[in-house]
């Protein structure tokens, strides 16, 4: 079973790789480039087994305990 | 106009920082998590504007210089 985590930095907290980004877009010439959001996203291949109860929740612990930083981070799980 | 887009490395090319996880979670006592492979997810805000196909157009060509390795890395842009 596949699974897809993205991990986005909560709002409000500042994201300078982000800013850098849309700067340098200016000054290479793209007029269009108003902000960007830097985040991760994980494909989580999970092994196959009856208990897809269990599966998911023992995702959520991987996603909050390993994945996304709680303090500054939030997560979002998709399942097929 | 928001969009995102997805960078994720090239099937076959080796995720060194995916394994990593992967094998740090089974220390850590998670029993399912098979595989881990990792992106980076932007957030992109376009200026407003009545041109939607040209601000496609830069958006993709900012996703192709500026976001992506295109040597080992593929893109996904999803407009809302």
Chains 1, 2 share one sequence.
Do not use: C, W
């Not at 269009?32 to 599966?55: H, M, N, P, S």
């Amino acid at each position: 079973m596949k699974a897809t985590v993205h991990v986005t930095l909560k709002p409000g907290v500042l994201d300078p790789q982000g800013q850098t980004i849309q700067r340098a877009s200016e000054s290479l010439g793209f007029t269009r480039i108003r902000d960007v959001r830097q985040g991760k996203f994980f494909e989580v291949e999970l092994a196959d087994g009856d208990d897809t109860e269990a599966a998911r929740a023992e995702l959520e612990r991987f996603a909050r305990e390993m994945l996304a930083n709680p303090v500054i981070e939030d997560y979002r799980i998709e399942f097929p």
